[in-house]
């Protein structure tokens, strides 16, 4: 049977690496967000004000896009950065500082709203939380030159938006792995404990055992 896991989390939380671990662990597909050779990331780091929208609909149009994909492949998929956070997160932390206008943001929810009405739901979202420090530590780490200006409060603003949302995020299952102490890619241990807790959240939810 097709399973279809999405991971949320914020910058630098690891989504990418689970993402990769668990697709090679359970021979699911993976569905990465486009963050390299996306045309507006750099821009919109050196000027919010000026390229929040445009990045908006371009993340928007790619999970859209995704989505429509996952959902009509036979595989089992597993995808980094859900459609979801794009709104409740990040388009909604720009509007909340002043980096979209109201009209933009009334725009763009009621095209969000639109298009999420064609889309079904994850079989279960995992959440990974992670502490503000360890994020920095590892933006620091990872080496991307425009993400190394962002300001601390701009990463606090999107963890409290995260925890609010995963507070009322009610369309599937929920997995909340803290990853502060993980090392997932150095640390076979840890990989194989999320995996299987990954395993019984969708036995209990699907009734069905994974092969792993």
Not at 101 to 110: A, G, K, L, M
Request: proline residues 4%; charged residues 30%.
């Amino acid at each position: 049977m097709k399973t279809f896991c999405a991971v949320a989390g914020n910058i630098g939380s690891g989504k990418s690496t689970l993402t990769r671990l668990l697709a090679d662990r359970l021979a699911w597909r993976p569905y990465y967000e486009h963050v390299d050779g996306n045309p507006y990331l750099a821009d919109f780091y050196a000027r919010m004000d000026r390229w929040s929208f445009h990045l908006q609909i371009y993340f928007l149009s790619k999970r859209f896009q995704h989505h429509q994909e996952i959902m009509a492949i036979p595989e089992s998929v597993i995808q980094d950065r859900t459609i979801y956070e794009d709104a409740e997160i990040f388009a909604r932390n720009l509007h909340e500082n002043g980096y979209l206008d109201d009209r933009d943001f009334e725009n763009y929810c009621e095209l969000f709203g639109i298009m999420t009405q064609f889309l079904e739901p994850p079989d279960l979202l995992i959440y990974l939380r992670t502490s503000v420090p360890v994020l920095e530590d590892r933006i620091r780490t990872r080496g991307r030159d425009y993400e190394q200006t962002i300001p601390t409060a701009y990463l606090e603003q999107l963890d409290g938006h995260y925890e609010d949302w995963i507070a009322r995020y009610d369309l599937s299952p929920v997995l909340i792995v803290e990853t502060d102490a993980r090392n997932l890619v150095d640390e076979e241990a840890e990989l194989i404990k999320v995996a299987d807790r990954v395993q019984r959240k969708l036995e209990a939810t699907r009734g069905y055992a994974l092969p792993i």
